[in-house]
C-alpha cells in the first residue's frame, strides 16, 4: 500500500541494567507506522509492548537506556528525525512528545491531575503546542471535548476528572492525546480498564477519529478480540522481539507462529472476556533476565524442531514484510512482500 511512513522503527534495544544484572527488554524491534493506518501490538504480559510505546515518546523509566535503534519520524520528509538521537528533555523531544506523537494510556488518570478541571488540562496541553490566545485554547478545548463525544462540552469543561465516569475519562484522554494535533497516535490498552460495552463505544470512537485525521494509530493490547476489531498489520511481540507481522485477516486466517497460534486458541470466541489466561500455551513467559538460549519461545513450543531451536535464533521479519520469525516456518516461502 501506497500510505505514507509515518514512524519506521528499526532494530530498536533497550536494557534495564541493575545490580541484578541486565535485562534486555527489547532486542531488535522493527516496524513501520502508516498514516491512516493501525498497527495492533499484542503478546503476554512482559513481552516489551508498553516499553516500545515509552521509548517512541522516550520516557522510558530509569534506569532504562536504548542501546541501538533508530525510529524515524517522517522518513524521506523535511520533517525526518530520528527520536533515539534525541535528548530526552530537549526542545524538540517535547515537541514530539504531544505534539507530533499522542500517547493513550491504560488509566487514563495518568495523564490527568485530580487538581484541575479538565478544560484547564485540556487548555494547558493545546498551549504547550499552539501560539494561540487562552480564549482560543479555550474553544479549542470545547471543540475537542465534542469531538470524543463528551455531551454539553460548555459545562464539562469545568468538571474534575473525578465527577466524570470511567468511559467519560477515557474520553478526556483521548482528547488530551489530540490535544496537540498528533500524526502519530499510541493507545497502551486504552479500553482494558473499562467495561465491555464501554470499551466498543471507545474503539469506535478511536477508529472514527483515526479516518478524520488520518493518524497512524499504534494500537496495544493483549486481547485478540480489539486486535481483529481494530487493527490493519499486527505485530506479535514475544520476550521484546516481533516474532510475527502480517495484515490482521492472515493473522487469523493463517497464523504463521506457533505462539501466535497459541494466542488464538486463548481466545473461545472473538470479542470474549478480556484478560484471558493463555491456557493453550504451557508454562509462562521466561523474564528478560533469564533469555532462554535459541529461539526465545522454544521452551514453550509444542513445535519445536530440537537442536535448530534451542541454539540458534530465528532472524527477525524483514519490516513492511509478512512473516515469522520462526525456523518451523520455511521462511524464503512465508516472509511475503
Ligand atoms: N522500570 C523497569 N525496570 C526494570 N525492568 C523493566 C521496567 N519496565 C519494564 N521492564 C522490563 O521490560 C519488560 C517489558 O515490559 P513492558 O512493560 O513493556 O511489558 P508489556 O508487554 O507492556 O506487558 P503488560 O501486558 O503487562 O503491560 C518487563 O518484563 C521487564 O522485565
Ligand atoms: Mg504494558
Given at each position: 500500500m501506497a500510505d505514507r511512513t509515518s514512524l519506521a522503527v528499526r532494530d530498536l534495544a533497550v536494557e534495564f541494567r541493575s545490580e541484578q544484572g541486565v535485562v534486555r527488554a527489547l532486542d531488535g524491534v522493527s516496524f513501520d507506522l502508516h498514516a491512516g493506518r493501525t498497527l495492533g501490538v499484542v503478546g503476554e504480559s512482559g513481552c516489551?509492548?508498553?516499553?516500545?510505546?515509552?521509548?517512541?515518546?522516550?520516557?522510558?523509566?530509569?534506569?532504562?537506556?536504548?542501546?541501538?535503534?533508530?525510529?524515524i519520524l517522517d522518513p524521506g520528509t523535511p520533517r525526518e528525525v530520528d527520536l533515539a538521537q534525541l535528548d530526552p528533555e530537549s526542545k524538540e523531544m517535547r515537541g514530539v512528545r504531544g505534539g507530533r506523537v499522542g500517547l493513550i494510556f491504560q488509566e487514563p488518570m495518568t495523564a490527568l491531575s485530580v487538581h484541575y478541571t479538565v478544560g484547564n488540562q485540556i487548555m494547558e496541553a493545546v498551549l504547550q503546542h499552539a501560539d494561540i490566545s487562552k480564549a482560543e485554547a479555550q474553544n479549542r478545548a470545547i471543540e475537542l471535548l465534542r469531538e470524543v463525544g463528551i455531551p454539553r462540552p460548555e459545562t464539562?469543561?469545568?468538571?474534575?476528572?473525578?465527577?466524570?465516569?470511567?468511559?467519560?475519562?477515557?474520553?478526556?484522554?483521548?482528547?488530551?492525546?489530540l490535544a496537540g494535533d498528533p500524526e502519530i497516535v499510541i493507545?497502551?490498552?486504552?479500553?482494558?480498564?473499562?467495561?465491555?460495552?464501554?470499551?466498543?463505544?471507545?474503539?469506535?470512537?478511536?477508529?472514527?477519529?483515526?479516518?478524520?485525521?488520518?493518524?497512524?494509530?499504534?494500537?496495544i493490547t493483549h486481547d485478540m478480540g480489539v486486535i481483529a476489531e481494530m487493527a490493519d498489520e499486527v505485530a506479535v511481540m514475544y520476550l521484546g522481539r516481533v516474532v510475527e507481522f502480517a495484515p490482521v485477516e492472515e493473522v487469523f486466517s493463517e497464523p504463521r507462529h506457533p505462539y501466535t497460534r497459541a494466542l488464538l486458541r486463548a481466545?473461545?470466541?472473538?470479542?470474549?472476556?478480556?484478560?484471558?489466561?493463555?491456557?493453550?500455551?504451557?508454562?509462562?513467559?521466561?523474564?528478560?533476565?533469564?533469555?532462554?538460549?535459541?529461539c526465545p519461545f522454544h521452551p514453550r513450543c509444542s513445535e519445536q524442531l530440537g537442536a535448530l531451536c534451542t541454539e540458534q535464533s530465528p532472524r527477525p521479519v524483514p519490516p513492511g514484510r509478512s512473516g515469522a520469525a520462526c525456523f518451523k516456518v520455511d521462511q524464503s516461502e512465508a516472509v511475503t512482500a
Open positions: 516489551g509492548k508498553s516499553v516500545t510505546a515509552r521509548s517512541i515518546l522516550r520516557i522510558v523509566d530509569r534506569p532504562g537506556r536504548i542501546t541501538a535503534g533508530r525510529m464539562r469543561i469545568s468538571a474534575y476528572p473525578f465527577e466524570l465516569s470511567g468511559g467519560l475519562r477515557q474520553r478526556v484522554g483521548i482528547a488530551m492525546a493507545a497502551d490498552e486504552p479500553t482494558t480498564a473499562l467495561d465491555v460495552t464501554t470499551q466498543a463505544q471507545i474503539l469506535s470512537l478511536l477508529r472514527r477519529l483515526q479516518e478524520e485525521k488520518n493518524i497512524a494509530l499504534m494500537l481466545v473461545p470466541s472473538i470479542l470474549a472476556t478480556p484478560r484471558q489466561r493463555l491456557s493453550t500455551i504451557g508454562g509462562a513467559v521466561p523474564h528478560p533476565g533469564a533469555r532462554p538460549s535459541g
